[in-house]
């Protein structure tokens, strides 16, 4: 059913069929309107957006690209920014990747099929995608990382300071007394993982503590790998007295063994990650971390987007927001 249908049907212009169901009143009789209206409920009329929007060059749609939906971080930045966006009229659309930049590429190329207005994306590797990021964002399409960084890339982003939240996390346990730290660590393509393992290597050297390569296992992202990591060290035989995890999911996985085998947690082990979320306080022990401030990041990276959006400005711009160190009965 079209506007040139009703307008037949009425024996009226289609313009004026058009400027009613578009909102706009001037110039055009109560009675026509009412007539107009009644007449388009009746015919089972629906306005399609996608074609308003289009002659508009716009779709007022934005897309999503998370890498995973296991930990509640990324459900409620979605929640947060589809809040942001909708109340500025716009609508999103969800992809997830799952820590693979193949399907990461296929969820670009979807969405620049569809017409999106722009992306907001955590990457999953900090340099494999960049050659499709760049494409995008030289046809007009902007781009905000979230979380995670590129590599070599002047791009716009909200993160946090892993480097410095880290470093501040193992000083802390330091100065509690524990010197033997485990570090189960994030994979060495996802940027963050970099800076996190970097600001432990960090706390080590401004409290004189000899880095020991033994005590760094790679952990993957997964509790899955948590569990074998934790097992790997184990088979070492060494002493230690703290886990600290690039992500709880890995912790988690760690924490499962450990108590398996009986360890006290934190009488004989300390446990700690970066990227906590509410996870960490569903089991016990409660789990110390580092926490994200995800409302805020996705505010902020909705607020970017909708500015290149709306001005065509596709200048970098860079935020980093301060993360929140909770301690809890794991230390």
Do not use: W
């Amino acid at each position: 059913m079209t506007i040139i249908d009703i307008a037949k049907e009425l024996g009226i212009s289609k313009s004026t069929v058009s400027r009613v169901l578009a909102g706009d009143s001037r110039n055009v009789k109560p009675e026509t309107m009412r007539k107009i209206q009644e007449t388009a409920t009746k015919m089972g009329y629906r306005r399609n957006e996608l074609a308003v929007n289009l002659r508009r060059q716009t779709t007022k749609n934005i897309g999503i690209i998370i890498p995973e939906i296991v930990t509640p971080f990324f459900m409620t930045f979605i929640q947060q920014a589809q809040k942001y966006m909708r109340k500025n009229g716009f609508r999103t659309i969800i992809a997830v990747s799952n820590e693979d930049s193949e399907q990461e590429l296929e969820n670009l190329v979807m969405f620049e099929q569809c017409r999106i207005d722009g992306i907001l994306i955590c990457p999953c590797h900090k340099s494999k995608n960049n050659k499709a990021f760049q494409r995008l964002m030289d046809s007009g399409i902007p781009l905000v990382f979230f979380d995670r960084k590129v590599s070599e890339m002047d791009v716009s982003q909200v993160s946090i300071d892993d480097n410095l939240m880290s470093h501040f996390m193992v000083e802390a346990l330091i100065r509690r007394g524990r010197k033997k730290i485990v570090h189960i660590a994030g994979p060495d393509y996802v940027s963050n993982a970099v800076d996190r393992y970097r600001g432990y290597r960090e706390a080590l050297e401004k409290f004189q503590i000899p880095f020991d390569a033994r005590y760094v296992v790679d952990g993957g992202l997964t509790a899955d790998e948590g569990v074998q990591a934790m097992e790997q060290f184990l088979s070492l035989g060494l002493d230690f007295d703290t886990v600290f995890g690039f992500t709880e999911t890995a912790v988690l996985g760690a924490k499962s063994v450990l108590q398996k085998l009986h360890y006290k947690i934190p009488d004989d082990i300390a446990l700690c990650c970066l990227s906590g979320t509410t996870l960490c306080t569903l089991v016990f022990p409660t789990i110390s971390a580092v926490e994200q401030p995800v409302n805020q990041m996705a505010s902020e990276a909705c607020r970017i987007l909708q500015r290149k959006i709306e001005t065509h400005d596709m200048s970098p711009e860079k935020i980093t927001l301060r993360g929140e160190m909770k301690l809890r009965e794991s230390t």
